[in-house]
């Protein structure tokens, strides 16, 4: 058998065979011969008349310990369509890329599995190479029907770098919380871009936004989807009642500190063993679990703090049973959470203790889109471990020196993509 039958079968190259094979001190270097004799822009349109011709090296999946290279003839025509000299299309490489698709698909698969720096030893490239093949991989498998027939998103921000620099993550709540479009920045006009994205009909098929209770989010929505109902994530309506207990907490302490002063400490340092000198601000100050912890959790010690602070009548056990009340409005029927929440701002706005009377504004303020995440059953759950995965992402490839490859990498590990293997074709 030849060594050119031989690496027809190895290779089995679509719509090209192999003409020659020559070792050299770069790898093996095998000669293709292309079977169409009409050139074909990238854009699909076809031309009879050759601009220019020259050869190419694409890099191929390895050989052993070598490596492959495939050269061809390759040649440019002008695109009426695109109205410009394109370089024609090759079965075996993407449009602009010095690789073949074999090779590219194995890197994607591999940067969805590890990090970027593996993948640059392993198969012996540059992390600028692995950058712009996934760049390419994702443009080419990317859905672009995932924007159609959307009705329940949740949008997020997550940071990606110091200095206040943050992404805005758009998912879809039907896909199991797949990304559909990921932006730098966090401002309104980044989800007015995703909504312009979206088209008029595409806003208009909108059901419910899920988001946080910053003001961004909300105006970019109320200008594009002004009809979608939005609701706010749980997790920060709660995460701002145990803000009103930290408050509460160190103002209690702050006024028994004043009230019952530490005892002046004698000179030199106390006996090795001796327990520490019991204060009443000392122990307000260690009342925090206690309070902010799910009462399922609750130990001895805490249970007997609660217990502790209903007996004295204190400001905290009162805080304790506005945060649960609270809490109670994710654990009822959608029919009796609106009763269920004007119960509380009655007695959130009447209770006197300022962090809770705050908190009460801004819960009436955003009292419609709370009982619409109850009565959705909508919240960010997914958008808070989908940041986690983002995080993970970014952090395994030590950092991305910018927002665009970062994007491309989301895309490509959270957005719902399926790299085959050549193994598996």
């Known amino acids: 058998m030849r060594v050119t039958t031989a690496f027809n079968k190895l290779l089995a190259i679509v719509g090209a065979s192999v003409t020659s094979v020559t070792f050299t001190p770069e790898g093996v270097v095998v000669g293709l011969r292309r079977r169409r004799r009409r050139p074909i822009c ?28 495939l050269e061809a003839e390759i040649r440019r025509l002008r695109c009426r369509r695109c109205d410009r000299v394109r370089t024609e299309a090759v079965p075996w490489a993407r449009p602009s890329a010095r690789h073949t698709r074999d090779f590219e698909d194995v890197v994607a698969w591999l940067c969805q599995h590890t990090d970027k720096t593996t993948v640059t030893k392993l198969l012996r490239t540059s992390w600028e190479t692995v950058a712009g093949i996934v760049g390419r991989v994702v443009a080419e498998h990317l859905d672009t029907r995932r924007l159609e027939s959307i009705d329940r998103i949740g949008v997020d921000e997550v940071s990606w770098r110091k200095g206040h620099r943050y992404l805005t993550v758009v998912a879809d709540h039907d896909r199991d919380g797949a990304v559909i479009w990921a932006g730098e920045g966090r401002d309104h006009t980044m989800l007015e871009q995703f909504y312009d994205l979206l088209g008029p009909d595409g806003c208009t098929q909108l059901q419910a936004v899920s988001l946080d209770m910053g003001g961004a989010y909300k105006t970019a929505t109320d200008n594009r989807a002004g009809h979608a109902r939005q609701c706010v994530d749980p997790f920060h309506v709660i ?54 912890k799910d009462p399922d959790a609750w130990n001895d010690n805490q249970l007997a703090v609660l217990d502790a602070l209903r007996r004295e009548r204190s400001v905290l056990y009162r805080c304790w049973q506005l945060k649960e009340g609270l809490r109670d409005l994710y654990r ?21 203790i300022p962090a809770f009377v705050t908190l009460s504004k801004t819960i009436r303020a955003n009292r419609d889109r709370l009982l619409a995440a109850v009565e959705l059953g909508l919240s960010n759950s997914k958008l808070e471990g989908l940041n986690s995965k983002i995080r993970l992402i970014n952090h395994r490839g030590y950092g991305h020196h910018s927002a665009a490859a970062l994007i491309a990498m989301i895309y490509l590990c959270c957005g719902g993509i399926t790299v085959q293997l050549p193994t598996e074709r």
């Open 42 to 69: 990238p854009c699909g349109w076809k031309g009879r008349a050759v601009y220019d011709r020259s050869t190419r090296r694409w890099r191929h999946l390895d050989l052993a310990s070598s490596k492959l290279f």
């Open 239 to 292: 995460k701002l009642a145990n803000e009103a207990i930290d408050k509460a907490r160190r103002q209690a302490w702050n006024v028994e500190r004043r009230a019952n002063p530490a005892p002046k400490r004698p000179r030199g340092r106390p006996p090795k063993g001796s327990p520490p000198t019991p204060t009443k601000p000392r122990w307000v100050k260690h009342t925090r679990w206690a309070l902010l």
């Open 332 to 352: 009822l029927r959608h029919e009796d959470a609106a009763v269920h929440l004007d119960w509380w701002l009655a007695w959130a706005c009447r209770c006197r």
